[in-house]
């Protein structure tokens, strides 16, 4: 049972960048399923989530906008769409499931976490 986040890497400021989250052993759209960053020095901030019961989506304002969450459900996994890429969105980027969209930007009721991928946006 795990989640493997892969697709970070090195992108130009104003590029994109489609990172992935991948279940095995369990049913990820059963699931609340969301991104996370921490940045050198910050909290881990959650990003964006989409809800297992209706998939409503949430961003917060800080990439509201500029990154789309979204899920593949034959493939048993979640993308994060990121465009319009800035210096500051540099950061290791995890992706999480369980809870709800309430819990999770507290990191409440998570069940699996992804180890992260990296993310450098650099001219």
């Known amino acids: 049972v795990q989640l493997q986040a892969s697709g970070g890497g090195l992108v130009q400021p104003g590029g994109s960048l489609r990172p992935s989250c991948a279940a095995s052993?369990?049913?990820?759209?059963?699931?609340?399923t969301g991104w996370f960053r921490q940045a050198p020095g910050k909290e881990r901030e959650l990003l964006s989530c989409?809800?297992?019961?209706?998939?409503?989506?949430y961003y917060a304002n800080s990439v509201k906008g500029r990154f789309t969450i979204s899920r593949d459900n034959g493939k048993n996994t979640v993308y994060l769409q990121m465009n319009s890429l800035k210096p500051e969105d540099t950061a290791v980027y995890y992706c999480?499931?369980?809870?709800?969209?309430?819990?999770?930007?507290?990191?409440?009721?998570?069940?699996?976490w992804g180890k992260g991928t990296l993310v450098t946006v650099s001219s």
């Open positions: 999480a499931a369980g809870g709800s969209a309430i819990t999770m930007p507290t990191m409440s009721g998570i069940d699996y």
């Open positions: 052993g369990f049913t990820l759209d059963y699931h609340t």
């Open positions: 989409i809800s297992s019961s209706d998939g409503s989506t």
